[in-house]
């Protein structure tokens, strides 16, 4: 059985370097068994590259992938904090925060990016409970903003 770094690499991709903190925070907090992640933003190679109002300026199918790539430094957060993916048992939630037009209603869908994601990298150790929550603003101006809660062993 492939390893989830592993399948990361089959997918296509590569871990990016854990995401320096924009604030006062850390990227992952440890508790017990339990691994919180900050949010994440869709930042790659240090820099934002989508900005808007999802419904407006960028569109549900562009979010959802700005969400795998939300999902992804979480991932990276992850293996920073306890070394090896194997050791994630479950990803037990995922809050998605979706910067959203007055009239868009398609939270859940944009934050599917995210959860698809996480099912292909963990299997069935990747369902999750979810919540997908739309809001008037997030930091920088992102679209999408992604946290994780897992499981070591």
């Known amino acids: 059985m492939a390893t989830p770094e592993e399948r990361i690499s089959e997918l296509g991709l590569e871990l990016p370097d854990v995401v320096a903190p924009l604030a006062s925070y850390v990227p992952t907090a440890r508790t017990g068994s339990l691994v919180y992640t900050a949010g994440q933003l869709p930042i790659v190679k240090g820099e934002l590259v989508v900005t808007g109002k999802v419904g407006a300026e960028v569109s549900a199918e562009e979010a959802a992938g700005h969400a795998r790539t939300c999902a992804l430094n979480a991932i990276a957060a992850i293996k ?3 070394g090896d993916l194997s050791k994630v048992k479950r990803v037990v939630k995922v809050v998605g ?7 868009f209603y398609g939270q859940p869908q944009v934050i599917n990016g995210a959860s698809d994601l996480l099912g292909e990298v963990f299997g069935d150790a990747g369902r999750h409970a979810r919540s997908a929550v739309g809001v008037s ?8 903003e992604v946290e994780l809660i897992v499981e070591v062993g």
């Open 80 to 82: 920073a904090e306890v």
């Open 97 to 103: 925060f979706v910067a959203s037009a007055p009239d």
């Open 137 to 144: 603003v997030l930091p920088r101006n992102s679209p999408v």
